[in-house]
């Protein structure tokens, strides 16, 4: 049977080729993963149809690919190493039994896992997954290859990107190493959305900063029942910020607008994209409705969104729309910075560190925990006054928390 490409939504013309994760004869079982598809915004998995073996691969790594193209050919029921290359296998036995022990203890593992430890010469069976039912993620992997040079199994004097990466290399003199690897397509479809985003919008950038100490102690009463009422949902900080965020975009609704050609379109719903980093790069799934939920879905839908992110399991459908963007850079340190707009939507904020800092409060000096807001805005729609108001409500919300839950 053939092995096709799957059906790409409209939005997407095309994608390539990134992983085999099989040889032609090696033996898979029904829905274990064969290739990865990359697109310009998600990774499609495609799946065996059958337990049996790829016979032959038509497409290789870096092919492009429309959908329903074929992929490869398959066979129900077959299904070793020796059936698809017997020259090989009599050559060298030692391998082919090698190869089908290596095969009996496999472990389920995610996609970026397989081809870490592919590219580290790590097996897979060597590894205990840390993920649900056993998967073997990438920080696994990763542990494995760390334990693994600690005790000498690496190359002497191999650094540790060079164990990790199989990309080739130029040597330009005894210390010049170059190493240059092709853009992935998110990526490169990252970098024209980023480029387009500075060359259509005016864009501009307010800062405000807010006073943490509210939710800090809110957190620090509430965390042990909220978790235990929610069923191990823990209560973050991008719960409030979302809400605050919903809560602020109602009243300014040129905020939550986004501009088509020469139309303004205002959406009547607040979809919050949350930006989440992979190691793919930057993706940005949607929570849908947000106003309608309460903290906790909030925290179990970001959650959910971050585990997809690792294991690069995001759906298309889950990174369309959106009607604002919210960043968080704080989470690697950041004190301060102007985010990026994300088309076609006319504005995002960006979160940083949380830091404590003196501060004037009722004619005395203290100290609290702060944290440094930034608004990146279209000005072609949204006035300077606008942005400044809509910054200062967020601001007051979070400082005041309760007046998310009182809707004042």
Not at 69 to 82: I, P
Not at 115 to 124: M, T
Not at 204 to 217: A, K, P, R, S, Y
């Amino acid at each position: 049977m053939d092995i096709k490409a799957p059906v790409f939504p409209e939005s997407i013309n095309d994608g390539e080729v990134a992983t085999w994760h099989v040889e032609p004869g090696e033996r898979v079982s029904r829905d274990q993963v064969l290739v990865d598809i990359e697109t310009d915004k998600v990774v499609l998995e495609v799946v065996a149809p059958a337990d049996g073996a790829v016979t032959e691969i038509v497409k290789k790594v870096g092919d492009v690919v429309t959908s329903e193209e074929l992929l490869a050919r398959f066979e129900e029921g077959a299904g070793s190493v020796a059936q698809a290359n017997p020259s090989s296998t009599e050559a060298n036995p030692e391998e082919s039994r090698a190869a089908d022990e290596g095969e009996a203890v496999s472990r389920p593992a995610s996609p970026s896992a397989r081809k870490l430890a592919k590219e580290s010469g790590i097996s897979l069976a060597s590894i205990s997954g840390s993920g649900k039912g056993g998967l073997v993620t990438k920080d696994d992997v990763l542990r494995e290859v760390a334990d693994a040079q600690d005790i000498g199994q690496k190359a002497s004097g191999a650094s540790s990107i060079e164990a990790l990466e199989a990309s080739p290399v130029v040597q330009n003199g005894a210390d010049r190493i170059e190493r240059r690897v092709p853009m992935t397509r998110l990526r490169a479809t990252i970098a024209k959305r980023m480029v387009e985003a500075q060359q259509t919008a005016a864009m501009l950038t307010t800062f405000n900063e807010v006073d943490m100490t509210g939710i800090m102690e809110l957190r620090a009463q509430y965390k042990d029942a909220f978790q235990a009422a929610h069923n191990g949902t823990r209560l973050g900080f991008m719960s409030f910020f979302v809400r605050a965020s919903t809560e602020a975009l109602k009243r300014f609704p040129a905020v939550n607008a986004s501009i088509d050609q020469n139309d303004i379109v205002y959406h009547g719903y607040q979809d919050i994209g949350v930006a989440v980093s992979s190691d793919r790069g930057l993706v940005v799934p949607v929570i849908r409705d947000a106003d309608s939920l309460s903290l906790a879905e909030i925290e179990d839908q970001i959650r959910i969104y971050g585990e997809k992110a690792r294991d690069g399991k995001l759906s298309i459908d889950e990174m369309t729309g959106g009607t604002f963007t919210i960043s968080n850079g704080g989470v690697f340190g950041s004190l301060l910075s102007t985010p990026i707009l994300n088309p076609p939507q006319t504005a995002v904020l960006g979160m940083h560190k949380i830091q404590e800092r003196p501060v004037a409060l009722n004619g005395e000096v203290v100290i609290r925990p702060m944290m440094y807001l930034a608004l990146s805005y279209d000005h072609r729609l949204i006035d300077g006054q606008e942005a400044v108001r809509f910054l200062v409500t967020i601001k007051d919300f979070l400082e005041e928390p309760a007046r998310i839950l009182l809707d004042i």
